[in-house]
């Protein structure tokens, strides 16, 4: 509200400065904020703003997950200005993906710049899951069910399954399905996948 060629007024520059902070809160830049507030001899305001930029993303936890597959997930890269609605978004993103049975994320200050930080990512590994089943019918008799699945093979995102039915007194008592799917074919998220059965 403080414009060119009134008098100074040290109350409208505070709400100013508050004014600032909220707006930038609101934004999700919570780690920015005006720093300081002058006025030179030629009556020249000055409105300092420490914006609080990411220094270095790191990554803890992901013995097996390489981490461009993590990476790929985040809306937030270095050299950003930290918005916690985009780290939010990211740390979902990476959860979403199904590798991990829980993601954290901390922010330590910046080893270069104190006010700056780095986003530290904590991911707990998923491992592979594998399905046995059987069961007894008079008209199928005993049938069996094996499956193998893998949604991160080989730490690269990709999904793999493979299932085998067995067993039962009809002719075609043998049923397989293999499927693969890559998850990321381009930046734009789109997937490629296919399935072989029997």
């Known amino acids: 509200t403080v414009t060119p ?5 040290t109350t409208l520059i505070s709400k100013d400065a508050a004014n ?3 707006a930038y809160g609101n934004a999700g830049y919570m ?8 006025l030179d001899d030629k009556g020249i305001l000055h409105i300092g703003i420490s914006e609080a930029h990411v220094e270095d993303i790191t990554l803890k936890g992901n013995t097996k997950t390489k981490n461009r597959v993590i990476m790929r997930e985040l809306r937030f890269k270095k050299g950003s200005v930290f918005n916690k609605n985009l780290a939010s978004r990211s740390i979902q993103r990476v959860y979403n993906t199904g590798y991990f049975e829980d993601v954290n994320v901390r922010l330590l200050p910046g080893k270069k710049n104190p006010k700056d930080v780095i986003v530290e990512i904590v991911v707990e590994q998923k491992t592979g899951s594998i399905t046995i089943g059987a069961g007894y019918s008079d ?9 193998l699945s893998e949604t991160n093979l080989r730490g ?3 999904k793999a399954s493979i299932n085998w039915e067995f067993g ?10 293999f499927s693969y799917t ?9 997937s490629i996948g296919f399935s072989l059965f029997d």
Request: hydrophobic share 25%; proline share 2%; net charge negative.
């Open 139 to 147: 008209s199928d008799g005993l049938v069996g069910i094996l499956g």
């Open 156 to 158: 690269t995102g990709d």
């Open 5 to 9: 060629g009134t008098v100074l007024n």
């Open 182 to 190: 890559h998850p990321y074919l381009n930046d734009q998220g789109d």
């Open 31 to 38: 780690l920015s904020r005006v720093s300081e507030v002058s």
């Open 20 to 22: 600032i902070n909220t």
């Open 168 to 177: 039962g007194n009809t002719d075609s008592n043998k049923n397989y399905i």
